[in-house]
């Protein structure tokens, strides 16, 4: 009980997952979505532990994983587990993974600013059948979040925030009183100003305060329900 990592890498379970962030459930497609924040350390070739069950190659940008779900699955020792939702399969989801740059660009960028980097929050809206993704990114001057659609595949960024801020707080509502919304917070801005430009780094420290915080949301979005199906395709 007090030991469960150490218990489950004893029974042969991997424990080389490295900064592992927001889960979420899409309930129709029994799929879970997985933020990993980093993809490196141990979830690289490695000769340094005891096992070596992942082997992929390092992004630090990290990306978004997803996993299928069944029932009737049988355990390590052919016993059946006793859950409609076990995972059986995992992988990286394409459109979601980071993009590292060779070396940082003019406005602080180490990470395509065109691709999400270093996802955190994870919230999925089934109404919506859209992702939508927070980032905590060190490698993005201004983290965002972005909407994927499961269904189009298309990536959108729809709100970002202060530079050297995380996106925090994500939340998807489908439908109160008529209306959806997007809910998501920041908190410490200007915490990492790395602008290769004086002038312009100069002008957004006089912008910035790492102790201020923001709670806010995107509304006037109209409620996804029974009668909405043509806002949910869109």
Partial sequence: FLETRRYAALKGATTEFNKMEGVTLDPQDKKVYLAMS???????????????????????????????????????????????????????????????????????????????ANPDNLSFSPAMRTLFIGEDSGMHANNFVWAFNVDTRKLARILSVPIGAE??????????????????????????????DAALKAEVQTLTDRFVAAIGYIGGLPGVGAGQKEFAAR
């Fill in 38 to 116: 980093y993809i490196e350390k141990a979830m690289t070739p490695n000769d340094g532990g005891p096992r070596d069950d992942i082997r992929i190659a390092e992004l630090r940008a990290g990306g978004t994983y997803e996993l299928a779900l069944a029932e009737g699955v049988l355990d390590s020792e052919g016993k059946p587990i006793e859950s409609d939702w076990v995972a059986t399969r995992m992988a990286g989801v394409p459109e979601l993974m980071g993009v590292d740059l060779s070396e940082m660009d003019a406005l602080g960028n180490s990470a395509d600013p065109d691709k999400v």
């Fill in 167 to 196: 996106a925090t707080g994500l939340q998807v509502v489908d439908n109160i009183n008529g209306h959806s919304y997007v809910m998501s917070n920041y908190q410490h801005a200007g915490e990492r100003i790395e602008i290769k």
